[in-house]
């Protein structure tokens, strides 16, 4: 099949953004809204559109892709997503109005935007927004930002030709086709796989559910036998004694034999534990790619190659993990690359006790970047970020991973360029709390509060 001539769709190949003095720009990815509204989807809308609805300045909103899932929905239509979340939808509208723009790049989850013309139309009718496969933001004192969702340096998900419609990447087979097969045969222990936020960490994702949802859920007799031993046994055993004398040599073989009987499951108890960790680990060590940031690699050395070429930053999405961190390091050939993360559900990993396999925790992510764009002053980018814990989790896999999760309940500011901090600052430390603790107190602004009922790194009740 022949691609639609792209004037036919109005979809910009590369969009050209001028963005107006004393204005700001807010660039959110990767909400994946459902047909119909959920109790994330809902949470999405709400924290995105009381954002909007509370700036006064000039906005430019950039979408940076994947905003509405069209991919695991593929009956779904962009009208019906956009009908159900009518208030972010009148928040957009709301930034047009009050003269600012809406920008929205395509991604992959929302690929059918770029040569779907009623869905294409169906978008910019309701938000008011332009759309486009990439754009260059143009600030007043002439910095240039190049926005991109970022599935295009994804070799599992990229586009040979996005306006062609039988142009499907290996990662939409994986997501109509594998995961809900997956997901169908272990449905009750691999909820959430499709959440992932990193999938090449399946392996250890199955073993640890495997330890959490499997092995420790029929070790109830572990316990039961002991309790049982000392509450019903032992003390009948003493009765005994009392009354019958003459069975004092025997009653107390049977007691040497209840504490030799405790011993022993003692023994298995740390020998299945053991087992389970070697069979954690092992699984582990199959990831089929690079973990957690790693994932953003390829975008990083894509900004390098922008920064020199005289862009000031590069900000995509679909990785799900937010980042901002300075680039370059010649004299005026310095900037950033920024991911504005999501504002959907995640599965990902938090570390427990030492020598345990991780929890991987379903949370909802609330993550967007904010850039100023006075002409008087460079331009400045501060990163907000928080999780909302979901349902989901065993009583257990909540215990061992209690106050272990490093992330704020409520937005706060995580990372600020030019002045810093980065995010993550130490990738391998954002599991643990203590030190991204350390981390967010080291660089708390002075002269500024991030606004919000909880401190940047602190849980709410």
Known sequence: MA????????????????????????????????????????RCCDVIARRLDGETVPLTVVLAGDIVEMLAFPSATAADILEAHDDLCQALAGVTERGGQVIYTVGNHDGDLAWDLKAADAVRDVTGARLCLAADLRLPGGERIR????????????????????????????????????????????????????????????????????????????????????????????????????????????????????????????????????????????????????????ARQRADDLIADGYTGYLSGHTHHPELHAHGSAPGNTGFYANAGSCTSVVEAIDTLHGMPPVYLRTQQLSWLEITADGDHPCQATLQSARVELP????????????????????????????????????KHLRDRRHLHKHLRRHEPKDQECGHAAPCGEKTD
């Not at 700001?24 to 119909?36: Q, R, T, Y």
């Not at 062609?164 to 169908?184: A, F, M, S, Y």
């Not at 061992?400 to 995580?414: D, E, G, K, L």
Request: charged fraction near 20%.
């Open 392 to 427: 989901g989790a065993t009583h257990f896999e909540r215990f061992m991973a209690r106050a272990r999760n490093p992330h704020s309940t409520a937005p706060c500011s995580v990372a600020a360029w030019p002045q810093g901090p980065n995010w993550p600052a130490d990738p």
């Open 147 to 298: 926005v991109e969702h970022g599935h295009q340096i994804d070799p599992y998900n990229c586009f040979h030709d996005p306006r062609n419609p039988l142009d499907t990447p290996l990662g939409h087979h994986v997501v109509r086709e594998v995961i809900p097969k997956i997901e169908w045969l272990g449905r009750d222990w691999l909820t959430g796989l499709h959440e992932m936020a990193d999938p090449a960490d399946f392996p250890s994702f199955v073993a640890s559910r495997l330890v959490y949802r499997k092995l420790i859920r029929h070790l109830w007799w572990l316990v039961l036998v002991p309790i049982l031993l000392f509450a019903l046994v032992l003390p009948e055993v003493g009765r005994v004694k009392n009354r019958y004398p003459d069975t004092a040599t025997w009653l107390h073989d049977v007691e040497i034999l209840g504490y030799g009987a405790v011993v022993d499951i003692a023994i298995i108890a740390l020998i299945l534990a053991i087992v389970s960790r070697r069979a954690w680990t092992t699984l582990s060590a199959l990831a089929l790619a690079g973990r957690g940031y790693s994932q953003n690699a390829a």
């Open 3 to 42: 691609s639609p001539p792209p004037e036919l769709l109005d979809v910009a190949e590369l969009l050209d953004v001028p963005v107006q003095p004393g204005g700001k720009i807010i660039a959110i990815s990767d909400l994946h809204l459902p047909p119909e509204r959920t109790t994330v989807s809902g």
